[in-house]
């Protein structure tokens, strides 16, 4: 049996709006393996991007526990959630999230260096990590010079850098066209298999369904039977 790289058990989410309080997220559990694919699908409000950001350790669940390689995270712990998004989790976004002032390189070297690596290993491995997602004849591209194909691709060769056991996406084809998005989900399909990284789609996209080893829909803050 595959190492589950991601758990959430019983996680409820709670917004308070004025006096109400909304729960968009009801009791929900998932786990992830390493190197499976999931796409989480559902409509607007469905509380898909509530999971994922509470996946991510960006949103704090109301109740409930997230665990990373079977480790229960210490959700009241600031600077260890902060640690541990940093090392475990990668994320890609919509709108890719580049600087635009720094290269492709720079953009990747950036988010290692954050992750504590030091600028000359920061280097090496955004080298590596873009040439892994082919860009390595875009390196010292500014981001207004690159497609939105080799932008996209910028942000998973980020997203991929200091090994995450878990890539997170948010909609990550919304914004290319059928042919560029079909080769970026080809992409994220391999690496996830070739590197066992756990990887989460939430996608309105029916051609995502292609590389997913499980769709799940959620509707309601709960997953569908």
Not at 5 to 11: G, P
Not at 24 to 35: H, I, N, P
Not at 171 to 182: F, R
């Amino acid at each position: 049996m595959s190492e589950k790289v991601l758990a959430v058990d019983k996680v409820v989410k709670v917004f308070e709006e004025g006096s109400q309080k909304v729960e968009v997220l009801k009791g929900v559990s998932l786990d992830v393996a390493a190197g499976e694919v999931i796409t989480l699908e559902g409509p607007s409000g469905s509380g898909k991007t509530t999971l994922l950001s509470i996946m991510g350790l960006i949103l704090t669940p109301t109740s409930g526990r997230v665990a990373i390689s079977g480790n229960v995270v210490p959700l009241g712990d600031a600077r260890k959630l902060r640690d541990v998004r940093r090392r475990d989790i990668g994320f890609v976004f919509q709108q890719y999230n580049l600087f635009p002032a720094l290269t492709a390189l720079e953009n990747v070297q950036y988010a290692l260096t954050v992750k504590g690596e030091t600028k000359a290993a920061a280097r090496k491995e955004a080298e590596t990590v873009l040439r892994h997602v082919g860009l390595e004849s875009r390196l010292h591209f500014l981001p207004r010079d690159l497609s939105g194909g080799q932008k996209q691709r910028v942000a998973i060769a980020r997203a991929l850098a200091g090994s995450p056991r878990v890539i997170l996406a948010d909609e990550p084809t919304a914004n290319l066209d059928s042919v560029v998005g079909g080769q970026v989900l080809d992409l994220f399909r391999e690496l996830a298999k070739r590197e066992s990284r756990g990887l989460v789609v939430v996608t309105h996209d029916p051609k995502v369904r292609a590389i997913a080893d499980r769709v799940i829909t959620i509707s309601d803050g709960q997953l569908a039977a």
